[in-house]
């Protein structure tokens, strides 16, 4: 080493984790030895926080942050820790893994809307990733906050406009656990947060504009939870684009649930809110909805999976289609049952502005109760629908819909 003070020593150029310092070390005597920067980096990050800048993140939107994510996820292993991203864009298009540790990636907050602005966003535009997955049983209290997500959808605003057919752009896989996402912003996104085999995963505040799919739950034996959900037109509320959502798009589906708890939700353009599908590993069970309100959509209610059952507090369901002088969606039900043997209880409804029929109820041996219930505009192609349809069983258990009270049928100017 140069006998020279260290002002006068040349500036390093780049850092490498193979580069040496020198420290002291305390105690009796002070000893002088040295070290990596890799070393260094690993002592002083185990117990605080870590920056993506650190890792070389740009955030200007348009280079890959994707492995400097990854990186600055990997020196927080195996103890955990939080990946801290500043105000700015970063773009996502090689996939983070985050499963040696319970690794939270920390936002900034973000502006509002459907374009990376102010705050913290991650961008995509690579269909064939998924950008961010959490996986594995230690990946377990790792979780995403304050920040906003965007992908790239570029077709032109025509009857033909579909979506980019992206992947889930997070997944929380065989977690077993909790994973937390707290005021996240999806928008746009064509799917966006798929849970499997990782019950207690929480989502609370969270906002967009979803294409296909807005959350996904499956596989899930403990209780999950969703709270103060809205999605709406952030990024465009072109004719062309929110249609194909009322066509294409659900917001919620659960597959295998043993419980859920929804409260306060809100979704706008959509073909169904809620929908009770199926899978390899079964059905959902014990559901429970709180307050929502589907707005533009074909179905609040759409159940696919035989023996499907839960309850829900308050629904208001609105069926027209999107930015048509209230003309009702096509083929608009507000609670389509289509299978069998399911059993729903449902407080209050209230179903607006559907094609024919406000609730309909196919296959056999499915109950609904409903406390009170209030339909305006049904029968609009004056055919002579009911408010209340049930397919007709010609042998087994019929269809039962059970309304305590006189339903409140308005603005029905036909033989409805």
């Not at 492995?67 to 773009?91: C, E, F, I, K, W």
């Not at 049983?137 to 009857?159: I, K, M, P, W, Y």
């Not at 056999?364 to 408010?387: E, K, M, P, T, Y």
């Amino acid at each position: 080493m140069p006998d020279l003070k260290i002002s006068e020593l040349p500036a390093a150029t780049s850092l490498a984790d193979s580069d040496i310092a020198p420290l002291t070390q305390g105690g009796t005597t002070l000893v002088t030895r040295r070290a990596s920067l890799a070393q260094l980096r690993s002592h002083l990050f185990s117990e605080r926080s870590v920056h993506i800048r650190d890792f070389g993140a740009i955030g200007n939107g348009t280079a890959d942050d994707g492995p400097a994510l990854q990186a600055a996820v990997n020196a927080l292993s195996p103890h955990g820790g939080t990946v801290q991203l500043g105000a700015r864009t970063y773009r996502i298009a090689t996939p983070v893994v985050i499963s040696n540790a319970a690794v939270r990636v920390q936002g900034q907050g973000f502006s509002e809307g459907g374009n990376p602005g102010e705050g913290t966003w991650l961008t995509c535009s690579n269909p064939g990733i998924f950008p961010v997955t959490f996986q594995g049983t230690a990946a377990r209290g790792a979780g995403v906050r304050d920040l906003a997500v965007r992908e790239a959808h570029n077709a032109a605003f025509s009857g033909a406009w579909v979506p980019t057919a992206y992947e889930w752009f997070f997944r929380v896989l065989d977690c077993l656990g909790g994973v937390d996402f707290d005021n996240v912003m999806l928008a746009p996104v064509n799917k966006g947060i798929l849970v499997k085999n990782s019950g207690r995963t929480d989502i609370r505040r969270l906002r967009g504009q979803c294409f296909t799919t807005g959350v996904e739950y499956d596989e899930i034996y403990d209780v999950a939870r969703i709270a103060s959900l809205h999605f709406w037109p952030f990024w465009s509320a072109n004719d062309n684009v929110v249609r194909w959502q009322q066509n294409n798009g659900d917001a919620l589906v659960f597959r295998r649930v043993d419980g859920v708890f929804v409260d306060q939700a809100f979704v706008l353009g959509a073909r169904s809110m809620f929908r009770f599908a199926s899978s390899a590993a079964g059905f959902t069970q014990k559901f429970s909805i709180g307050q929502a309100y589907a707005d533009f959509v074909r179905h609040g209610i759409l159940v696919e999976a035989a023996g499907t059952d839960g309850q829900v507090d308050a629904l208001t369901v609105q069926c027209e289609l999107w930015n048509a002088a209230g003309a009702p969606l096509p083929g608009s039900v507000g609670i389509l049952v289509n299978t069998s043997s399911s059993r729903i209880q449902i407080g209050q409804l209230r179903i607006d502005d559907v094609e024919d029929v406000a609730i309909r109820v196919e296959g056999s041996a499915n109950r609904l109760d409903i406390g009170a219930l209030r339909v305006v505009n049904f029968n609009q192609r004056n055919n002579g629908a009911a408010a209340i349809h049930l397919a007709n069983v010609a042998s087994g258990t019929h269809n039962r819909v059970v309304v305590p009270a006189a339903p409140l049928l308005e603005g029905v100017a036909n033989d409805g």
